[in-house]
Nanobody, 126 residues
Protein backbone atom coordinates (compact mmCIF):
# COMPACT_ATOMS: atom_id res chain seq x y z
CA UNK A 1 0.00 0.00 0.00
CA UNK A 2 1.05 3.54 -0.75
CA UNK A 3 -0.63 6.60 0.70
CA UNK A 4 -0.26 9.84 -1.24
CA UNK A 5 -1.01 13.36 -0.08
CA UNK A 6 -0.78 16.31 -2.45
CA UNK A 7 -0.26 19.91 -1.40
CA UNK A 8 0.57 23.27 -2.94
CA UNK A 9 -2.46 23.96 -5.07
CA UNK A 10 -4.15 27.33 -5.22
CA UNK A 11 -5.04 30.34 -7.32
CA UNK A 12 -2.38 31.86 -9.56
CA UNK A 13 -2.44 34.44 -12.31
CA UNK A 14 -1.69 33.53 -15.92
CA UNK A 15 2.05 33.43 -16.46
CA UNK A 16 2.68 32.61 -12.84
CA UNK A 17 4.26 29.60 -11.18
CA UNK A 18 3.22 27.03 -8.66
CA UNK A 19 4.89 24.01 -7.11
CA UNK A 20 2.92 20.97 -6.06
CA UNK A 21 4.22 18.35 -3.67
CA UNK A 22 3.14 14.78 -3.16
CA UNK A 23 4.24 13.01 0.00
CA UNK A 24 4.21 9.22 -0.05
CA UNK A 25 4.18 6.68 2.73
CA UNK A 26 3.67 2.98 3.19
CA UNK A 27 6.12 1.44 0.74
CA UNK A 28 9.71 1.88 -0.34
CA UNK A 29 9.41 5.05 -2.35
CA UNK A 30 12.30 4.20 -4.64
CA UNK A 31 10.40 1.17 -5.92
CA UNK A 32 7.50 3.15 -7.40
CA UNK A 33 7.18 5.16 -10.57
CA UNK A 34 5.30 8.40 -10.03
CA UNK A 35 3.06 10.50 -12.19
CA UNK A 36 0.94 13.63 -12.13
CA UNK A 37 -2.47 13.69 -13.75
CA UNK A 38 -5.13 16.35 -13.96
CA UNK A 39 -8.84 16.55 -14.55
CA UNK A 40 -10.66 19.70 -15.58
CA UNK A 41 -14.45 20.07 -15.18
CA UNK A 42 -16.26 18.13 -17.86
CA UNK A 43 -13.09 16.54 -19.17
CA UNK A 44 -11.40 13.21 -18.75
CA UNK A 45 -8.40 12.75 -16.55
CA UNK A 46 -5.18 13.21 -18.49
CA UNK A 47 -1.55 12.39 -17.96
CA UNK A 48 0.59 15.43 -17.29
CA UNK A 49 4.08 14.25 -16.46
CA UNK A 50 5.85 11.25 -14.99
CA UNK A 51 9.14 10.19 -13.46
CA UNK A 52 10.81 6.81 -13.15
CA UNK A 53 11.39 5.20 -9.78
CA UNK A 54 15.03 6.29 -9.50
CA UNK A 55 14.40 9.65 -11.12
CA UNK A 56 16.56 9.03 -14.15
CA UNK A 57 13.78 9.46 -16.70
CA UNK A 58 10.94 11.93 -17.05
CA UNK A 59 8.29 12.44 -19.67
CA UNK A 60 5.82 15.26 -20.12
CA UNK A 61 2.68 15.60 -22.18
CA UNK A 62 3.01 17.95 -25.14
CA UNK A 63 0.60 20.43 -23.54
CA UNK A 64 3.03 21.09 -20.66
CA UNK A 65 6.39 20.32 -22.21
CA UNK A 66 8.84 23.12 -21.56
CA UNK A 67 6.67 24.60 -18.80
CA UNK A 68 6.28 21.82 -16.22
CA UNK A 69 9.01 19.73 -14.64
CA UNK A 70 8.86 16.80 -12.27
CA UNK A 71 11.40 15.77 -9.71
CA UNK A 72 11.58 13.44 -6.76
CA UNK A 73 13.50 13.20 -3.53
CA UNK A 74 13.59 9.56 -2.55
CA UNK A 75 15.13 10.43 0.82
CA UNK A 76 12.04 12.53 1.62
CA UNK A 77 9.51 10.23 -0.10
CA UNK A 78 8.25 13.21 -2.06
CA UNK A 79 7.66 14.05 -5.70
CA UNK A 80 7.33 17.61 -6.95
CA UNK A 81 5.61 19.25 -9.88
CA UNK A 82 7.02 22.65 -10.81
CA UNK A 83 4.59 24.54 -13.02
CA UNK A 84 5.76 27.67 -14.80
CA UNK A 85 4.13 29.95 -17.36
CA UNK A 86 0.74 28.78 -16.24
CA UNK A 87 -2.24 29.21 -18.54
CA UNK A 88 -5.97 29.28 -17.81
CA UNK A 89 -6.28 25.91 -19.55
CA UNK A 90 -4.04 24.41 -16.86
CA UNK A 91 -6.89 24.86 -14.41
CA UNK A 92 -7.79 21.44 -13.02
CA UNK A 93 -7.61 19.15 -10.05
CA UNK A 94 -4.12 17.68 -10.01
CA UNK A 95 -3.52 14.16 -8.75
CA UNK A 96 -0.31 12.34 -8.02
CA UNK A 97 -0.19 8.62 -8.57
CA UNK A 98 2.17 5.76 -7.89
CA UNK A 99 2.79 2.31 -9.27
CA UNK A 100 5.37 -0.28 -8.19
CA UNK A 101 7.47 -0.99 -11.23
CA UNK A 102 10.41 -3.23 -11.88
CA UNK A 103 11.99 -1.13 -14.59
CA UNK A 104 13.34 2.39 -14.17
CA UNK A 105 11.00 3.90 -16.74
CA UNK A 106 8.19 6.43 -16.89
CA UNK A 107 4.66 5.06 -16.79
CA UNK A 108 2.32 7.29 -18.76
CA UNK A 109 -0.81 5.17 -18.84
CA UNK A 110 -3.25 6.19 -16.15
CA UNK A 111 -4.81 2.76 -15.80
CA UNK A 112 -1.44 1.30 -14.86
CA UNK A 113 -1.30 3.34 -11.66
CA UNK A 114 -2.41 1.62 -8.49
CA UNK A 115 -2.37 4.39 -5.92
CA UNK A 116 -3.81 7.88 -6.11
CA UNK A 117 -3.84 10.97 -3.96
CA UNK A 118 -6.96 12.95 -3.13
CA UNK A 119 -6.10 15.75 -5.54
CA UNK A 120 -5.36 19.44 -5.19
CA UNK A 121 -7.07 22.26 -7.06
CA UNK A 122 -5.05 24.53 -9.32
CA UNK A 123 -6.84 27.56 -10.71
CA UNK A 124 -5.18 29.88 -13.20
CA UNK A 125 -7.13 33.09 -13.51
CA UNK A 126 -6.68 36.82 -13.43
Amino acid sequence: QVQLVESGGGLVQPGGSLRLSCAASGRTFSSVAMGWFRQAPGKEREFVIGISKRGGSTYAADSVKGRFTISRDNAKNTVYLQMNSLKPEDTAVYYCAAVPYGLDVVVARGRAYEYWGQGTQVTVSS
